[in-house]
């Protein structure tokens, strides 16, 4: 584990549920040999689960793995992901289905039925088409959550275009940049979006995203604008349109054209161990057939009675895969919500739950550790009886949240699925299967039928039951990233250089306990997950250093008992530099790192230190940072260059902890 750190794995085995009757006997899959089929061919397993989609052209291949690490799934079929999520369920007879009941946070709703989304869509087709987008071209969305951003993904999927969409959190700089990597022809934005009561405007950040680093050409020829918050923004003649005013002049007719299925559907930038993030590329076919199988069956489905609801944004993937594609390729209902969870209460999610009668649920343990704090009289003011089954997705939901969901969200009656997953892996990987699997809490549990994983060390060879090591996956799947967008090379080194070219090297830890079932153990790498998202300690490093006031910085994730990591930073400020002082420090780089990467990324604490522990080799041991900002022993010192450090930086923490409390 050396390169990796040490992995603890902490035990906590206590109380399991076995699925209850009832709900087996509803259950979409209650046979058990699903596993054992699906392990037996698994390309084939996929390859069933694939036909349950429309295709132009059938395909007659499954897996190409001539090229690892670089995979195709059903490479000669076509089909339109578009057409899969809307125009075959109108055809079908179901055009008057609820797809999306949009609750704005000011308390506005709407309801779109999928023959309304599909002429939404169509008329969005046809203005991203007189803008010039066509096959191939990638299109910049920055939105707010609600309606007009899915339908503008899904009106970029129906062109053959790809999208990357940033989430509306992100600075300037980092939209910016994400557009210049992708060379965004087009950026589809909104006046701004509700948030805690106020308009977080969003247009104003992309017209300053287009004006950084002025005299470099950026690729962007259009900028459309949702009209959602009124407040005041300003207008580039030539280059702005609103949306509202050019999609009514648009025909409501369009025909989705088959692509191939490895036309890129989107590129989605996420953290990684350097300071630049990298364009996870998915693609269609594969992708399209793993996030619709899981969604079916994992939350156990029932399209035409079930109301559905994932609280995740569509600026993660979680909001890609669970909230647009996913949930509408399968014809559901569900429930897409604009704000917070705390506004004007912590009453919010449970009276949308109760309004539109949700049946599934599917959030982030942040979000339910929050909800605890806040105690379980707001919960229990409304009538929650419309739920059957609860998710948790984003991070390892700790055993004691997972009881409070299961008593105090689900009245002890519903079925919790744990999914572990990734933005490389596109889709659910690890989870329960609700009819069938005898429920753990605090484990993600099971691969999903067709998936292969395996716990090993540092060599690759598979470590024994109950001790920790490296997550990895054995096979290729269908929603598997295909590359990272402009560097292949990258790609390579990143997941499958650690063990070889047929081992997907996931980054986390997890163990196999005595019953199979897997425990996930956090990041082994430099990624910290702080309320479920995800951030390099490296980009937060180089946001630190660009100040000018900064010489050196370290970051860690130190662990919060609600946000399960929170940013902590240690920074050596320049000798010379009258700027700030030791005691302004920490609220200047504060809102610096917001500026630069977005809110999310704002450290919860900044520590002005002289030195940062280094080896001799002059590495930063954020091992023993980590230790500090969480106020425990200091770890082995032995092989840093200066072991004094260490010391004082342990007590400026801890005059600093002392001081605050
Ligand atoms: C973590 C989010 C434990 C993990 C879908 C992973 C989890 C990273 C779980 C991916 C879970 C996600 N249990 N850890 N159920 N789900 N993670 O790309 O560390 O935003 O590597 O995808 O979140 O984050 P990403």
Aim: charged share 25%.
């Amino acid at each position: 584990m050396s390169d990796h750190g040490v992995i603890e794995s902490h035990p906590t085995e206590g109380e399991t549920f076995p699925p209850n009757p009832e709900f087996v006997a509803q259950a979409n899959v209650s046979d058990p040999a699903v596993y054992w089929k699906a392990a037996e061919n698994p390309e084939a397993f996929w390859a069933e689960q694939a036909r349950e989609l429309h295709w132009t052209k059938p395909f007659t291949q499954d897996l190409d793995w001539s090229n690892p690490p670089f995979a195709t799934w059903f490479a000669d079929g076509e089909l339109n992901v578009s057409y899969n999520c809307l125009d075959r369920h109108v055809i079908a007879g179901n055009g008057d289905r609820v797809a999306i009941h949009f609750e704005g946070e000011p308390g506005d709703r709407t309801s779109y039925t999928y023959a309304e989304l599909l002429h939404e869509v169509k008329r969005a087709a046809n203005l991203l088409t007189s803008l010039g987008v066509t096959r191939g071209d990638r299109v910049a969305i920055y939105m707010p959550m609600i309606p007009e951003t899915a339908i503008a993904m899904l009106a970029t999927a129906r062109l053959g275009a790809t999208h990357s969409v940033v989430f509306g959190g992100f600075s300037a700089e980092s939209l910016r940049s994400r557009i210049d990597d992708a060379e965004a022809k087009l950026v589809i934005t909104a006046d701004g979006g509700w948030r805690k009561g106020r308009v977080s405007s969003l247009k104003p950040t992309v017209d300053a995203a287009l004006e950084l680093h002025p005299g470099e050409a950026h690729s962007v020829e259009h900028v459309l604008v949702v009209r959602r918050t009124e407040n005041e923004i300003a207008f580039h003649e030539g280059r702005d349109l609103w949306w509202h005013e050019e999609i009514v002049r648009m025909d409501a007719e369009h025909t989705a054209e088959g692509f191939p299925a490895e036309n890129p559907l989107f590129i989605l930038y996420t953290s990684g161990t350097t300071g630049k993030p990298k364009g996870i590329l998915h693609t269609s076919g594969g992708y399209l057939t793993q996030v619709s199988y899981t969604h079916k069956n994992l939350f156990d489905l029932k399209p035409e009675s079930d109301v559905y609801w994932c609280t995740a944004d569509v600026g993660w993937i979680t909001g890609h895969s669970y909230v647009v594609y996913g949930p509408l390729a399968n014809g559901a209902t569900q429930v897409m919500y604009e704000g917070t969870p705390d506004t004007p209460d912590w009453g919010r999610w449970w009276e949308i739950i109760e309004r539109y009668g949700v049946t599934i649920f599917y959030t982030a343990p942040t979000a339910i550790r929050a909800c605890m704090k806040v105690g379980r009289q707001e919960v229990e003011k409304y009538d929650l009886s419309s739920l059957r089954l609860l998710g948790s997705v984003g991070e390892p939901i700790n055993p004691e949240a997972w009881i409070w969901y299961r008593d105090v969200v689900g009245s002890g009656r519903c079925p919790i699925v744990d999914t572990w997953w990734q933005t490389e892996t596109g889709a659910i990987m690890i989870s329960a299967l609700p009819g069938l699997t005898r429920l753990k809490p605090g484990s993600a549990q099971v691969p999903v039928p067709g998936i292969t994983v395996s716990v090993v060390d540092d060599q690759g060879n598979r470590v024994d039951r109950t001790q920790g090591g490296l997550l990895t996956i054995q096979r290729p799947w269908p929603s598997m990233a295909r590359t990272i967008w402009g560097d292949p090379e990258r790609f390579v080194d990143t997941y499958w250089s650690t063990h070889g070219v047929n081992s997907y090297f996931a980054g986390d830890g997890a163990r196999v306990d005595d019953d199979g079932d897997l425990w996930l153990l956090g990041r082994v790498d430099d990624v910290m997950n702080i309320s479920g998202h995800r951030l390099s300690t490296a980009e937060i490093e180089s946001a630190l250093v660009d100040h000018t006031s900064v010489a050196e910085a370290a970051v860690v994730g130190a662990h919060d008992d609600t946000t399960g990591q929170a940013v902590v930073a240690f920074v050596i400020l320049k000798s010379q530099q009258t700027e700030v002082t030791p005691e302004s420090a920490e609220d200047v780089l504060k809102k610096h790192v917001a500026g630069h990467i977005g809110a999310i990324a704002r450290p919860r604490q900044i520590f002005v230190v002289p030195e940062l522990p280094k080896t001799r080799s002059g590495k930063i041991m954020r091992r023993l940072l980590k230790d500090a900002a969480e106020g425990r022993e200091i770890g082995d010192v032995t092989t840093l260059a200066d072991t004094v450090v260490m010391s004082t930086i342990s007590e400026r923490v801890r005059a600093e902890l002392s001081s605050k409390a």
